[in-house]
C-alpha cells in the first residue's frame, strides 16, 4: 500500500485502528521520519484519543492515554536493543483492555507473536510504503 500524504497514512492507521480488538499490539518499524509517530495518532484516533497529544515522547519512553480504550504508546528510537522486560512493555503486552503501539519495535528482544507488524519505508518526499503484517490467529 502507498499513502501519498501524512493524511492518508493517518486515515489508514485510523481505520486499521477501528478494528483492532483489545489487547491488540502493533509494531511499528522504519527509518527516522517514515511515520510511525503519524501512525501512531491515526491509531489514537480511532481510539477517541486526541492525535496532537500523541508525540514522540522524549523523557518517558511509553506513554499512556485514556480514550474510548487505553493506547500504550512506546518509542524506543534512544535506546539499543531493548528487554521489554526492563520497561515494563511485557505487562502492556498483557494489558487485554489496551492496544499498544511501539515505535522501532525492531529494537524489541521479544514481541507477542500475535502482534501486527507495520513497517513504514521511505518511497518519495510525500509518499510511504506500508506494509502490514497481520499474523493468522
Ligand atoms: P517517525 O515517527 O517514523 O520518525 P514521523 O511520523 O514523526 O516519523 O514523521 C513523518 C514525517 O514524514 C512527517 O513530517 C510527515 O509530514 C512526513 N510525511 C510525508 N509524507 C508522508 C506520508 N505519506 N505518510 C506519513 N508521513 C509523511
Ligand atoms: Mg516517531
Given at each position: 500500500?502507498i499513502t501519498?500524504s501524512?493524511?492518508?497514512t493517518?486515515?489508514y492507521a485510523?481505520?486499521?485502528g477501528?478494528?483492532?480488538?483489545r489487547g491488540a499490539v502493533?509494531?511499528?518499524s522504519g ?5 510511525k509517530?503519524v ?7 480511532a481510539?477517541?484519543i486526541?492525535p496532537a ?7 518517558t ?6 480514550g474510548?480504550?487505553t ?5 524506543l528510537?534512544?535506546l539499543?536493543?531493548v528487554?521489554s522486560v526492563?520497561?515494563?512493555?511485557d505487562?502492556m ?6 492496544v ?5 519495535a ?8 500475535d502482534a501486527?507488524r507495520v513497517?513504514i ?7 510511504r ?5 497481520i499474523?493468522k490467529?
Amino acid at each position: 500500500m502507498i499513502t501519498h500524504s501524512p493524511d492518508e497514512t493517518f486515515e489508514y492507521a485510523r481505520k486499521l485502528g477501528e478494528r483492532l480488538d483489545r489487547g491488540a499490539v502493533i509494531l511499528l518499524s522504519g527509518d527516522l521520519g517514515a511515520g510511525k509517530t503519524v501512525f501512531a495518532k491515526g491509531i489514537a484516533a480511532a481510539l477517541e484519543i486526541d492525535p496532537a497529544d500523541v508525540t514522540s515522547p522524549s523523557f518517558t519512553l511509553v506513554n499512556t492515554y485514556k480514550g474510548k480504550k487505553t493506547l500504550h504508546h512506546a518509542d524506543l528510537y534512544r535506546l539499543d536493543v531493548v528487554r521489554s522486560v526492563d520497561l515494563g512493555l511485557d505487562e502492556m503486552f498483557d494489558d487485554r483492555d489496551a492496544v499498544t503501539v511501539v515505535e522501532w519495535a525492531e529494537r524489541l528482544n521479544w514481541a507477542p507473536p500475535d502482534a501486527i507488524r507495520v513497517t513504514i519505508e521511505y518511497v518519495s518526499e510525500s509518499e510511504r510504503k506500508i506494509t502490514v503484517d497481520i499474523p493468522k490467529m
